[in-house]
């Protein structure tokens, strides 16, 4: 079965503290990892899709990456509208499934 | 309106009531979602639809019936519910349904009394 682990479950940085979240992932036949986030009485927001290990994606202050085990989403010098929950899913084989981890909640503080 | 709208915003039902929950999507999509979230729980798929077609039931329970009459337009009718269906039922689109990223609506908000 499909896992897939996010940590830390919360993080609160300072604004302009710089910190990665981690998504690690168990699955066969990997085709695609996305990374959401989503705000307080919202549905999650498209952020990035990865395909293959060594790729990158950047938006803003957010850089995600992929590895064959896990996918991390930098944050650089991030400000309090950063705050959200940021969520991870993977799908695989022939299936339309995303698998979701149960996120990030990450706090920004001035 | 652009995007994925979904109808009502909350909703509070009776475990006797029926209701249904409704998703439109204005991106030109052809594949439609239901998924659950319960607080500190992933997201559950509940049901897929490509082209108007169920191609994924995640073994939910009879008392939630998805209906998709077209593949701008997902329905989810509700009967006989129980408290644990208490929950953000959130409504996704994407072009295909084969890996291409799910735009999410912003939920109903559910209430079983």
């Known amino acids: 079965e499909d896992q897939v682990t996010q940590s830390p479950e919360a993080l609160r940085l300072q604004e302009g503290e710089s910190s990665s979240l981690n998504c690690s992932y168990t699955v066969s036949g990997l085709r695609g990892l996305f990374w959401y986030r989503q705000d307080p009485g919202k549905g999650p927001e498209f952020l990035f899709t990865l395909y293959s290990a060594g790729e990158e994606k950047e938006k803003e202050r957010l850089k995600a990456t992929l590895t064959k085990k896990e996918s991390f989403l930098h944050i650089t010098a991030p400000k309090p509208e950063d705050s959200a929950t940021y969520l991870c899913a993977v799908i695989t084989g022939t299936a339309s499934k995303l698998t979701f981890g149960t996120g990030t909640r990450l706090q920004v503080t001035l | 309106e652009t995007g994925v709208t979904q109808t009502p915003r909350h909703l509070v039902m009776g475990m006797t009531n029926k209701k249904s929950l409704k998703c439109e999507q204005h991106?030109?999509?052809?594949?439609m979602y239901w998924y659950k979230q319960s607080a500190k729980k992933p997201l559950e798929l509940m049901f897929v639809?490509?082209?108007?077609?169920?191609?994924e039931n995640n073994s939910v329970p009879s008392r939630f019936s998805p209906e998709c009459p077209n593949s701008s337009h997902l329905f989810l009718h509700l009967h006989t519910l129980q408290p644990e269906d208490s929950a953000l039922y959130l409504c996704?689109?994407?072009?295909?349904?084969?890996?291409?990223?799910?735009?999410f609506g912003d939920g109903t908000r559910l209430s079983i009394l």
């Open positions: 996704a689109s994407s072009q295909g349904d084969r890996g291409q990223p799910q735009h």
């Open positions: 991106l030109g999509h052809n594949a």
């Open positions: 639809y490509n082209f108007k077609e169920q191609t």
